[in-house]
């Protein structure tokens, strides 16, 4: 039996016709600036998300460091919302390679501009870390898909703009927000200093991200992006299939929306979850596990056996994350799957 694989939006295959792009893509060496394809893409990016240059780079998590390295120094305080994958999932790189401290605020993938005060050190203060960058994720992976407004964005910005800290926005899925709010990714990202967007994840591509902002910042970028070991040569083979996802595979992620509505609807009938349907609007379903259910790596083993992927956020967290791959029949079985499994 082949599983039902919903460990992540990661798994996604390149489709037939976007090798066909990769395959037939004109290359060049993009460290001379000679690649057209990645050129064409980098300006494609910059355009839609409403910024004036745009930098290829390999992954999500290199644009994020990037980012970092390029808009705060070595001290600096950088107030993240919480649980956001720049403080869970880059395996410490943050302070490493930036040598910035990060300060967890809000909630439910949410700061305010209220919070974000709140929390902000001032430069110059004899015992503060200055917080030189404010960093949001839209959406919001462990918060379970969350989306943030364009309303809630622009107030955080402009807070941020009057006290001299940067912005930027991990938007890994803010395709995945542009369909669930209905706003062109350019209304989304233009509140933001420096703005990250990924293809490897819901648009199915094998790989790649990019950094967007002023020419200025990005032609700082360029240099750390060579000092992370991220500058490549024909990587216009990859742009070919991130300019396929774009004219091809967003329009079709209010199925993956749609779908994980319907699973998380099946997985809220076991008494034993903590869920509540009505905040999945995107294509992630985080849900907690109630005091007399199994723990998160049972649910994950027992659905396993059952022919169903998911992941074990923590100890009693469990995440399911629907994409091309997976129809609406399987994302249906899976949220069956998932309520048996948590019972008992
Ligand atoms: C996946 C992800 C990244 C990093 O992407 P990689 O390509 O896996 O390095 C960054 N931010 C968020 C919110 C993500 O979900």
């Known amino acids: 039996m082949i599983p039902i694989d919903l460990r992540s939006d990661t798994v996604t295959q390149p489709s037939p016709a976007m090798r066909q792009a990769m395959a037939s893509a004109l290359v060049g060496d993009d460290q001379f600036g000679e690649d057209p394809t990645v050129n064409a893409l980098q300006e494609r990016v910059a355009s839609l998300l409403g910024k004036e240059a745009a930098l290829w780079v390999p992954t999500g998590t290199m644009a994020n460091q990037i980012a970092l ?3 705060t120094r070595p001290g600096d305080e950088v107030i993240v919302t919480r649980e956001s994958h720049l403080a869970w999932h880059e395996t410490g790189a943050a302070s490493a390679n930036a040598g910035v401290q990060l300060s967890e605020i809000g909630r439910g993938g949410v700061l305010t501009a209220d919070e974000f005060l709140a929390a902000r050190k001032p430069r110059g203060h004899m015992l503060f870390p200055p917080t030189t960058l404010v960093s949001l994720e839209n959406t919001h992976n462990r918060a379970g898909g969350v989306v943030l407004s364009r309303a809630l964005s622009e107030a955080l910005c402009e807070t941020a703009r009057s006290h001299e800290v940067a912005t930027f926005l991990d938007g890994a899925r803010l395709w995945n927000a542009t369909i669930a709010l209905g706003e062109p990714p350019s209304a989304l990202s233009s509140p933001f ?97 109630a005091p007399g259910a199994p723990d998160a790596p049972m649910v994950v083993a027992r659905a396993k056996g059952a022919g169903v992927l998911v992941i074990a956020f923590g100890p009693r967290t469990v995440r399911a994350v629907t994409h091309r791959d997976v129809t609406r029949e399987q994302c249906e079985r899976a949220g069956t799957v998932l309520a048996e499994v948590t019972r008992g």
């Open 69 to 71: 390295r390029t808009l």
């Open 193 to 289: 200093d420096v703005v990250t967007v990924a293809f490897s994840k819901g648009l199915g591509a094998p790989g790649g991200s990019l950094l967007a902002g002023s020419r200025e910042v990005i032609a700082r970028a360029v240099r750390y992006r060579r000092m992370f070991g991220g500058a490549m040569r024909q990587a216009g083979i990859f742009a070919a299939a991130a300019l396929y996802a774009i004219d091809h595979q967003v329009d079709r992620l209010r199925e993956d929306h749609s779908n994980a509505r319907a699973l998380a609807a099946r997985v809220a009938e076991s008494p034993q979850v903590q869920l509540d349907p009505a905040t999945v609007c995107t294509n992630i379903v985080v849900f907690g596990l």
